[in-house]
């Protein structure tokens, strides 16, 4: 061996172990900022809180899970879908675990943990609802990362090795962020670049103020709305997405009288620069129109009710309705649509409720360009699903 | 696979292992290469073929021009190789382009076909960077500046090599493949200097992903406010340096740690006093490249200095990429550096050192760069001129106190990241603060993982 390469070797020793001590002290301190920085996050977080109760759902008596997005946590109320079932005569518990930015390859490890579950369990529940929110499995919403760092840290949670090869197989991006996860203990340095960004450029105020002449600026004016908003954002500061299992995930509505109720709905629904610049960033980010799809997400969101299916036959899929005022589909979007359910009826032969094209839902129902609001509705939704899924039960027993 | 993931710090470990523990001098070689295709095949392994073949084609293509003794003949070699390279390019880059811009000039004529032609084709990452290098090495053959490889293997290495392959900095033939003749290992200095490099290209990266808001913002549809328009476009002149120096800087670090000197490809440029002294400091290995190659080669300062230097930047701008606001940027920089050059000429005084002129140039020269940076960033041409105009308009209403602040955050992120830079420099090695060294690159790596956004894509690894 020549003296360059004894050279060589010593120099490349001291550099591997300088390297590997610099990157683990930085590993160490960016774990300490990350902690206090993300932290809150995760563990505020509503899908987090579930995750921490899925003992106690497995344990239920005759439980239904309604597993999803924002569409769900927001548009489903468990006590009004068990009152209806009830009425068919089918007694279930049912849990809302709709969480806000859930992507079918979130959903898809939720549904694996589930299956764990009720197997320690030794339960099996009454039915399993799989919301399919269209614009959540995007190309558009891959690649805009706007989830990425909240479902990257779910999905951490969730991981074990199977799951990480999976991920793996479908993104070395994903697997390689899960890892860097393992390193930095769940805290996601995605999550707290978004906080950062968040704190250094607060988003802009609304561009158009209303008038306080016209109606909803009066209205705005009001004791009542100023109460009412005052209990929303008291609400959203404290613990938004908190997991209450005694009220299995439904959405309280920070009125408190029926004037309150009149007041919020109305300046709220009206509003429409704020539907508009929402409309606007669900079209850039997400594809709300045409929905060109990711189809690595949706392998994922047929895995997941496969999953399903192996815990009980009883699983469905149910679409969400679309906000006819804002957010059909275009011909190309109802296409693309159409050919993902043929392709799940064809690989799973779950039933499927699609409420796209729902005549039932008018934009008043919805509480902006997507979802609906079933506190407004006296739980409209809620309840046309519970008919469908109790026919459907009906029909097998 | 992009320097700020963990997939990358998982090869560079594997990577690392394997070349100093197992190989040796030429297996060292090899051992490169396969790591250079391993991460270039990570990004889309259909694309191997293409470098690989690009590199080849080179590499034969200059063995026969060294072998051949005709001048006429050898020009002609020299014709094939650029002509290949710049087709590949061409065909990659440029070809939708090409077609879209067919199509806008026949409906200008009056002719309109039923629909915008386009291929289906995906521009293979750092394609723009690796046809450079590789052309550059038949040139300096052709220019008798060194010469040939007897073996495909130094110069595959060389067009492939890992650390600047999809983003720069463009690193001539000649300067690397003298060092894969004999590789010999860099004294502790330069691997610790590598160490920082790394660390602060991850922290300006990290600032440049803080960055992207406002920038977004700006250049979203609709108008701006007078100081939103200032503040997301000023924004936009740090995410670049911070996203490319940031880049450069790892790609360095990562070469320095495993032996390679690669030249720095940024000194200050916010700081040059001049449209001319700012292509001496930004993306210097492009500059130097198109000066050499391209501006010397059309004649000069020997012969039409002017036209060469217009023809030059056009070209320059439309290496970016396949825009026209990319062609339009590169005729702003060529007008600019023709008309310093006129000014020069005619009246030598302005030149002076005077300090209050030297800050007056780095003012003047601030303000036009960063105008070109509106044409850079836009998509359209009319939306360059309705950002240009948010941001020379009286301001309607009253400037919000959230619009100043993200002003000032902008203005420190981008003096933060020349400080950054700054720092770098071996000049600092030498003050009484040297033991602050290895604290400081782990506190400034720490930072960096902390910003870093999940791999966010550099900006340059579309051009």
């Known amino acids: 061996m020549s003296e360059d390469d004894h050279t060589h070797r010593r120099l490349a020793m001291k550099t591997l172990a300088v390297g590997l001590l610099a990157a683990a002290a930085a590993i160490l301190c960016a774990r300490l900022v990350l902690r206090q920085l993300v932290h809150d996050m995760r563990t505020q977080d509503r899908f987090s809180q579930l995750v921490d109760h899925l003992p106690d759902i497995c344990a239920a008596r005759d439980p239904v899970i309604a597993i999803g997005s924002s569409l769900t946590s927001r548009g489903f109320t468990p006590s009004v879908f068990d009152d209806r079932l009830a009425t068919l005569g089918i007694h279930a518990t049912t849990f809302n675990a709709g969480a806000d930015g859930v992507t079918p390859d979130v959903m898809l490890q939720l549904t694996r943990r589930l299956r764990e579950c009720f197997a320690n369990a030794n339960n099996t529940p009454r039915a399993i609802l799989i919301e399919f929110t269209p614009h959540m499995a995007t190309r558009a919403m891959v690649r805009s990362g706007i989830e990425g760092p909240q479902n990257a840290m779910r999905l951490w949670r969730l991981l074990d090795v199977d799951s990480f090869i999976h991920v793996a197989r479908r993104s070395s991006q994903d697997a390689g962020h899960e890892l860097a996860l393992l390193f930095l203990g769940g805290e996601s340095p995605a999550a707290a670049h978004t906080i950062i960004q968040d704190a250094l450029f607060p988003d802009p105020p609304a561009p158009v103020e209303r008038s306080p002449t016209d109606r909803v600026g009066q209205l705005r004016q009001t004791p009542e709305y100023i109460a009412t908003l005052a209990r929303f954002q008291a609400m959203e500061e404290g613990t938004p997405h908190s997991w209450d299992l005694a009220r299995r995930g439904e959405i309280e509505s920070p009125a408190q009288t029926p004037r309150e109720e009149e007041i919020w709905r109305e300046v709220r629904r009206t509003d429409t620069a704020r539907l508009q610049q929402r409309r606007g960033r669900l079209v850039k980010y997400f594809d709300l129109i045409d929905l060109d799809f990711e189809p690595a997400l949706i392998d994922d969101l047929i895995a997941t009710i496969r999953e399903a299916q192996a815990i009980t036959p009883h699983t469905y899929v149910v679409i969400y309705p679309r906000n006819p005022g804002w957010s059909m589909p275009s011909p190309t979007g109802t296409r693309n649509l159409l050919a993902v359910l043929a392709r799940i009826e064809h690989e799973t032969g779950a039933p499927t409720l699609n409420l796209v094209a729902s005549t039932d839902f008018t934009p008043d129902d919805f509480a902006d360009a997507v979802h609906v609001e079933d506190a407004w509705t006296s739980g409209k939704l809620s309840g046309i699903v519970a008919r469908w899924v109790g026919a459907a039960q009906t029909a097998i027993h | ?463």
């Open chain 2, 1 to 463: 696979v992009l320097f700020n993931t963990t997939l990358f710090a998982g090869f560079f470990l594997a990577f690392f292992v394997v070349y100093e523990f197992v190989a040796r001098s030429r297996g060292r070689l090899w051992c490169l290469l396969f790591g250079s295709l391993i991460f270039y095949g990570a990004w889309d392994v259909r694309f191997v073929p293409l470098l690989v073949g690009t590199a080849l084609l080179d590499f034969y293509i200059a063995r026969a021009i060294q072998d051949e003794p005709l001048r006429a003949q050898k020009r002609r070699l020299l014709a094939i190789s650029i002509t290949a390279n710049l087709g590949v390019l061409a065909f990659f880059k440029y070809a939708n382009f090409a077609l879209a811009s067919a199509y806008g000039l026949a409906h200008v004529l009056g002719v309109t076909p039923a629909m915008v032609p386009t291929l289906d084709v995906i521009l293979p990452a750092g394609i723009s960077f690796y046809t450079f290098q590789s052309m550059s090495y038949t040139i300096d053959v052709y220019r008798g500046e060194f010469a040939a490889r007897d073996h495909p293997l130094e110069v595959l290495t060389a067009v492939s090599f890992f650390p600047h392959l999809v983003a720069g900095p463009i690193i001539r033939a000649s300067t690397l493949l003298p060092q894969f003749e004999r590789i010999k290992p860099l004294p502790w200095e330069s691997v610790r200097r590598g160490f920082l490099l790394v660390a602060t290209g991850l922290l300006l990266k990290g600032i440049a992903d803080l960055l992207a808001d406002p920038v977004n913002l700006a250049f979203s549809a609709g108008h701006h406010d007078r100081i939103d328009a200032w503040t997301g476009v000023l924004a936009f002149a740090g995410q670049i340096y911070c996203d490319f120096a940031g880049y450069t800087d790892m790609a360095i670090g990562i070469a320095l740690l495993i032996g390679f000197a690669i030249p720095p490809n940024f000194n200050l440029p916010y700081l040059a006093r001049s449209p001319i002294d700012f292509w001496r400091r930004w993306h210097i290995s492009l500059s130097s490249w198109l000066r050499d190659y391209l501006y010397i080669g059309l004649g000069g300062n020997r012969r039409h200095r002017y036209r060469n230097l217009m023809l030059t930047m056009l070209l320059g701008g439309l290496w970016h990429g396949a825009r026209w606001t990319f062609v339009a940027w590169g005729a702003y920089h060529g007008l600019l550096l023709v008309l310093w050059h006129v000014c020069g000429t005619r009246w030598p005084y302005l030149a002076t050192v005077h300090i209050v002129s030297r800050a007056l140039g780095c003012i003047v020269t601030f303000y036009l760069i960063v105008i070109g940076w509106v044409l850079f960033r836009a998509d359209t041409l009319s939306q360059t001129l309705d950002i240009l105009r948010d941001m020379h308009q009286p301001s309607g209403t009253a400037i919000a106190a959230e619009q100043w602040r993200a002003l000032l955050v902008v203005i420190a992120a981008l003096v933060l990241g020349h400080a950054i830079s700054a720092l770098q420099r071996p000049a600092f090695d030498k003050t009484p603060l040297r033991w602050m060294f290895w604290p400081a690159v782990v506190v400034l790596f720490a930072t960096g993982i902390v910003l870093a956004s999940a791999g966010r894509v550099f900006l340059y690894f579309v051009f």
